[in-house]
């Protein structure tokens, strides 16, 4: 059948609750709960301890993002907003937030190499369609050379439903290491500096 047709039909599987709320030595879960205003973006920092980075074996960030838009009935345009998230690494924030601003259809937009675009799948095709939407990127080699701070960018566009002006929504993100290494307290410990 295919990832997307099981995806179609199963959504993204059953959740395990625990797994999904807590971490543990090896595997952080961060989230937060915003709202953003029709046609604008965020930028969140995502922290990246040098031992995720270099120490072998798979290590994946999923990003999950949910949302709850005015929905009409009909097959067309389903819903009323549309939200989607990019994992960016490499990059300073100013570059990013030049990248994505909106601006007028004359001008230029600065251009972010596609090797600072962190690859996920599903891909933004596939996912982009829905109100809940989740992606992996999945690391094998050395990924030091792009810094210890990735960015999750979070836009939100608006449709039909112009009497909404802000969108409320929450995502949640994982960053796991097969190895069993101690990259929780190195990721609180940065959070916590930052607050």
């Known amino acids: 059948m295919g ?9 993204y599987g059953q959740i395990d609750l625990e797994h999904a709320a807590f971490s543990d ?29 270099t ?13 709850d838009p005015p929905v009409r009935h009909s097959r067309n345009d389903y819903v009323g907003v549309g939200m989607s998230f990019r ?3 490499g990059c300073e924030p100013a570059l990013i937030s030049e990248h994505y601003r909106r601006r007028p ?3 230029a937009v600065p251009d972010i190499a596609n090797r600072f675009q962190c690859k996920m799948a599903p891909g933004p095709q596939s996912r982009e369609k829905s109100t809940l939407q989740s992606a992996t990127a999945t ?3 050395d990924i030091s050379n792009y810094g210890d701070r990735y960015y999750i960018v979070v836009r939100c566009e608006a449709g039909w439903a112009t009497e909404l002006d802000r969108q409320r929504f929450a995502i949640v993100v994982q ?21």
Request: hydrophobic share 40%; proline share 2%; aromatic share 8%.
């Open 3 to 11: 990832d997307d047709a099981i995806r179609s039909v199963c959504g």
């Open 25 to 53: 030595d090896a595997r952080v879960v961060l989230y937060a709960e915003d709202e953003l205003a029709m046609d604008h973006f965020a930028i969140y920092e995502l922290p990246v301890p040098a031992l995720f980075q």
């Open 55 to 67: 120490t072998n074996g798979r290590r994946t960030i999923r990003v999950s993002l949910a949302y």
């Open 87 to 89: 994992l960016v690494r």
């Open 105 to 107: 259809r004359d001008e």
């Open 139 to 141: 690391f094998k080699t």
């Open 175 to 195: 960053v796991a290491h097969e190895a069993e290494i101690q990259i929780y307290q190195q990721i609180r410990q940065r959070i916590q500096l930052r607050g």
